[in-house]
């Protein structure tokens, strides 16, 4: 795997949009960016196709930002909103069959691990509320047993928001959507802790309410994930579709669920986990 793959083929420059132009030549690849440079690369393509205020728009861009070594990332995503704009992301990525992306992801760890033994290569598996919590929760706490080493994001909108806003396992009790018109009866799935229980040295429930510190997990968790095994992220990401609230709101409506307890940050991390951060954080060698 090189930087050159993101490359457009000879001849083709012309053709291509201008979008995608400059994914290429703005994109994060090699420049060691992060947060406080957001806006001045290019790591989404304007105009994606996610809803207007979308929280996982934001989130995914944040994502983004915060990897530590993009050039040498691969994100596997699944079906769902998420996936609908991984395409138009300057990373390199792969889009599996609803609830695989685990299995995917482990199957590439392990083949990366092979194929470039003196290149570490991250990888970052994706999905929302399904593919991580619902549909996909077999394999995914199958690669928690297993202590494969990557990353799962999960990006919860607390509901389907891609086939019409069912309520979803990680719909807080009592929501009502458009498919729920008598709101969710039981209570919202504890994933946070059920990854944590289920072998990840590092787990986190969180908003994107505050990016720096966002960024600082994301990072955590990649890192973390490198040497000692798999680690949990959630994101809340407000769904104005099905939630109906304006597209200006999202970021206020994260900073609202976080301060009245709604959506509350927590953040485990084992003691080796925390040894390594330690170490990490104040520049020593590990």
Not at 48 to 67: D, N, Q, V
Not at 93 to 116: C, D, M, P, W, Y
Not at 146 to 169: C, H, P, V, W
Request: charged fraction near 25%; hydrophobic fraction near 35%.
């Amino acid at each position: 795997m090189s930087v050159k793959i993101v490359k457009i083929s000879p001849g083709f420059e012309e053709i291509m949009p201008k979008d995608y132009k400059d994914l290429v030549s703005n994109g994060p690849y090699g420049k060691g960016f992060g947060i406080k440079e957001l806006g001045t690369f290019k790591e989404l393509i304007e105009e994606h196709p996610l809803c207007a205020g979308c929280g996982l728009a934001l989130s995914k861009r944040l994502i983004l930002a915060s990897l530590p070594s993009p050039e040498n990332t691969i994100i596997v995503g699944t079906t769902g909103c998420s996936s609908l704009s991984f395409s138009q992301v300057a990373l390199h990525n792969i889009h599996s069959i609803f609830g695989n992306q685990n299995a995917v992801a482990t199957g590439l760890k392990r083949a990366l691990e092979i194929r470039f033994p003196d290149v570490i290569k991250d990888v970052v598996a994706i999905g929302g509320d399904g593919a991580i919590g619902d549909i996909g929760l077999g394999m995914v706490m199958h690669s928690w047993f297993r202590g494969e080493k990557f990353a799962t994001i999960m990006l919860d909108n607390e509901s389907y928001a891609n086939t019409g806003g069912q309520e979803s396992g990680m719909s807080q009790q009592g929501a009502v959507l458009n498919m729920a018109p008598t709101g969710k009866k039981y209570n919202k799935l504890p994933m946070a802790e059920i990854a944590r229980d289920a072998g990840c040295v590092y787990s986190v429930s969180v908003t994107f309410a505050k990016p720096k510190r966002l960024e600082k997990i994301i990072r955590r968790a990649v890192l973390i994930a490198r040497q000692l095994g798999p680690t949990y992220i959630q994101i809340y990401c407000p769904c104005p579709t099905n939630y109906k609230h304006k597209p200006s709101e999202s970021l206020e409506r994260a900073r609202d669920a976080e301060k009245s307890g709604a959506y509350p940050v927590k953040e485990y991390m084992s003691p080796e986990a925390e040894e390594l951060i330690k170490k990490l954080e104040e520049g020593k060698k590990c």
